[in-house]
């Protein structure tokens, strides 16, 4: 089975600041990959597909990159609304492994 | 207005059964392939088990497979979740979400609750 590992788990950082998120999985996925943003006590919201696809709706000030086993989320200017837990998602075989998260929290 | 609502969740004793329905609307379902995901208390997500559209494909994690039996009803609109031999370990909000063509989830309920508990 694939793993998702995240990277940090936590991350203190100010409005306006650049955020990055890192994604490993354990073997080569290609660009089967999705971020969602998620915030307490609702469901996760799709924000990258395909590793770099933005979907519609989503603030351009997220971006995703990657490809094989490496990928990030990228917040350029970070807005009071972004506070929230990231997960990545694997799709590469019909399942669905998401990594453990990461909460990004007021500085 | 498009839409997944999730029903059938709550308390149920350890070994029991219990089956999730989610209604969808505003959208095509029967060309939808569809998924559950589910979070336990202040932990990640969890990827439960994806269906293609006609029901012909089903895919499990590890963890709920022989227990749990994912299936849909095109005509009604539904998708279902039968859960069966209910452990502390499957208590959680349960999510139904569309799933596009077997990779990523781009449309999701608010989530029901599922309490093992004695």
């Known amino acids: 089975d694939i793993q998702m590992t995240q990277s940090p788990s936590t991350l203190s950082a100010s409005v306006g600041d650049r955020v990055t998120i890192t994604c490993r999985a354990s073997q080569s996925i290609s660009s089967w990959l999705a971020w969602y943003q998620q915030k307490p006590g609702k469901a996760p919201k799709l924000l990258i597909y395909e590793a770099s696809s933005l979907e519609s709706g989503v603030p351009s000030r997220f971006s995703g990159s990657g490809s094989g086993t490496e990928f990030t989320l990228s917040i350029s200017s970070l807005q009071p609304d972004d506070f929230a837990t990231y997960y990545c998602q694997q799709y590469n075989s019909y399942s669905g492994t998401f990594g453990q998260g990461t909460k990004v929290e007021i500085k | 207005e498009v839409q997944l609502v999730e029903s059938g969740g709550g308390l149920v004793q350890p070994g029991g059964s219990l089956r999730l329905s989610c209604a969808a609307s505003g959208f095509t379902f029967s060309t939808s392939w569809m998924t559950w995901v589910r979070q336990a208390p202040v932990k990640g997500l969890e990827w439960v088990a994806n269906i293609k559209q006609d029901g012909s494909e089903k895919y499990y994690v590890d963890s709920v497979k022989g227990r749990f039996t994912i299936s849909r009803d095109n005509a009604k609109n539904s998708l279902y979740l039968q859960m069966n031999s209910l452990g502390a370990e499957d208590t959680a909000v349960y999510y139904c979400?569309?799933?596009?063509?077997?990779?990523?989830?781009?449309?999701w309920g608010r989530g029901t609750l599922v309490t093992v508990s004695s």
């Open positions: 979400a569309r799933n596009y063509y077997g990779r990523y989830f781009d449309l």
